[in-house]
C-alpha cells in the first residue's frame, strides 16, 4: 500500500536527517572517525529513502489512475 511506502519514506528521511546533525556535531569537536561513521548512516539512510520515496511515489501513481 502507498500509505506505507510513504511512512518508511518519511523515517527513513528523518534518520538521516538525525545522522546528518551526528556528523555535523563530531566535525565540530574534532571527532572525524565517529563524524564519518554517521556521514555513512546518513547515507544509507537517504539511499533507503529515495527507494522508499519511488515505491511511494508509483504506487500513489498507480492508485490515482483505478
Known sequence: ??????KAAAKSHEDAAKAHHSAAEHHE???HGNAH???EK???NSEAAHKHS???HSKSTA???K
Not at 500500500?1 to 510513504?6: D, N, P, R
Open 1 to 6: 500500500m502507498a500509505h506505507t511506502s510513504h
Open 37 to 39: 561513521e554517521h556521514s
Open 42 to 44: 546518513a547515507h544509507k
Open 63 to 65: 492508485a490515482k489512475s
Open 29 to 31: 569537536k574534532g571527532d
Open 54 to 56: 519511488t515505491d511511494a
